[in-house]
């Protein structure tokens, strides 16, 4: 069945609209009419979902329509913004009613959870390829950024890392029946965004960055904008017991427990990864609310480039793990 | 070759960049830091172009790279909207140099002419799929909507109609031979974006569109937003010399000189169509510094419906050309 944009918009995407009042206009206009609050910045991040490359076709709808805000807000919440209003440029190769549906229900589920407005977007026949535009605020001057890390500074991620990872090799290798899989798939299909700790990281931390295309590379983002390095210690990565326990069964070569190309390199895990100066490091105690997992994994140091070590101080190759020590 | 995401965007989209002091940090970190004045609203908009259904695959590259971002920035300008900033998601089949040099390099062009910065993106590998998210200003409550159009208003429209729609026409059945062509297809591949024109819009005219489906159509959501009708005169309908060249030589059935599929439902015409109220019509004229050829077409009335007669007072029937009369 094919449906007009309009229909699609107002039969799927407008049937339990999150109401916020820096709304002035939503969908329906030109384009959408917003009040960002005096003395606040907009942030504003964009990223695009592609079928067979960001997801294979026999995923499920809901997951795609998922991920496809979560990864925008995961980008905000490692900016210490608070996510306010979303556009959704849907390109579908046709307009089937059950699949759209699943999509809607979990995209609006998130904006609902995440108090954030769709305002506008684009629905247009072609391949699959979703692109959502996220945009949200914090208080001038108080945006977490890559470029701020300081020697000295301690190192922490959230989370675990390496699921996703995991989770997108055991489905490709028809692995799926391994126990814990189905637990590793959640963090691939529904990653988390950290954004309330994001926003309290603020007053706390150096530098942020979100973990998308593994620990090494975004790490390596922070330390190049920084003019920095550092070091970090394989043993302190914090890996969930589903992928140890896969891990295990695989019989994959482990150093201290972790293997390093997931771990390093996996990507997808949409945690955050930041600094923290030693003097505020006893603030992140007031963050054990959130009841998230945080984990010290290592040092900001002066000398420039990426330095990792096994519990038995020999260095790990990083190099092997898709890490490039490169200059901006 | 293949080029990563990061010496894409350096390579390409910032090697000339338009630099604006309310941009407090570009491409480069998690998402873009944006300053919006105190007393503005922010106005955004967003438009998928994909290839083989808004443009066919041999089209020149610098015309998909101009008009991803020209068809955004008519948007803003039927909002009255000053533009600001854009963010760009590109998914390409392969990134060829050649054809990444011809894109960005018009896509530059038309910012710098806007004076909008490119503040963000996404560059993926997949079909060509180019989605452009353009965000701008407008005093609060300034903004020209589509419901605002009154009984009484005169109805006009910019420039010509129709020229987009015979150029794609032509050019699906090779009749690419024409006299005028060539000038028929400028108007389909660089459309000019309404921008200042828009914005002196602002304190003249009660609804305002830009003609995108067709004026039929476009019209239609003015009225059925605005809870009215209209009666239009088929022979008012502003043409260019080159169409009537063309539709003469190729023999097409015309209502005043006019090809009613061409200027009703044509398409593409990115011109402004919008309604002034009979006491702030002479304010038009101080608007004649723009050079831009404005005409008045009809008048808005109480009774709901798109009317267009022709001359000697015959209704023309807008239902074959696509019209559809109804409410929202």
Redesign the interface.
């Known amino acids: 069945m094919s449906l007009s944009e309009f229909s699609i918009i107002e039969k799927y995407f407008m049937r339990r609209a999150t109401t916020r009042r820096d709304v002035?206009?939503g969908i329906?206009?030109?384009?959408?009419?917003?009040?960002?609050p005096?003395g606040l910045?907009?942030?504003?991040?964009?990223?695009?979902l592609?079928e067979?490359?960001?997801f294979p076709a026999e995923t499920n709808p809901g997951a795609i329509g998922y991920k496809s805000l979560a990864v925008n807000l995961s980008?905000?919440a490692?900016?210490g913004?608070e996510p306010a209003w979303v556009?959704l440029?849907l390109?579908l190769p046709d307009a089937r009613e059950d699949w759209l549906d699943a999509f809607s229900n979990d995209f609006l589920d998130l904006c609902e959870k995440s108090g954030v407005q769709l305002?506008?977007?684009?629905t247009?026949?072609?391949?699959l390829?979703i692109?959502v535009?996220v945009?949200g605020f914090?208080p001038?001057g108080k945006?977490l950024?890559?470029?701020a890390a300081k020697p000295g500074d301690r190192i922490f991620v959230t989370g675990t890392l390496g699921d996703a990872a995991l989770a997108l090799r055991l489905r490709k290798e028809q692995e799926t029946a391994l126990s814990g899989y189905t637990e590793l798939l959640r963090r691939l299909e529904y990653p988390e965004p950290h954004v309330s700790y994001g926003i309290a990281l603020r007053d706390i931390a150096n530098a942020?960055?979100?973990i998308s295309d593994g620990l090494a590379a975004d790490l390596g983002h922070i330390l190049a904008?920084s003019g920095v390095g550092a070091t970090i210690h394989i043993d302190q990565i914090p890996v969930s017991h589903a992928l140890q326990v896969c891990c295990n069964q695989l019989g994959l070569t482990q150093i201290d427990g972790r293997v390093p190309e997931l771990v390093l390199a996996g990507g997808d895990d949409y945690e955050l990864c930041f600094t923290v100066p030693e003097d505020r490091i006893e603030n992140l105690q007031a963050l054990e609310r959130f009841a998230l997992a945080v984990t010290e994994i290592g040092v900001i140091e002066p000398m420039e480039g990426l330095r990792c070590v096994a519990a038995d101080g020999e260095p790990v190759a990083l190099q092997r793990f898709g890490y490039q020590h490169f200059s901006?």
């Open positions: 002035s206009l329906g206009d030109d384009a959408a009419i917003l009040d960002v005096d910045q907009l942030v504003t991040t964009t990223d695009t592609i067979d490359i960001h980008d905000l490692a900016m913004a556009t440029s390109s305002v506008g977007g684009d247009v026949s072609g391949p390829v692109t535009q945009m914090v001038a945006a950024r890559r470029d942020v960055i979100d904008r901006e």
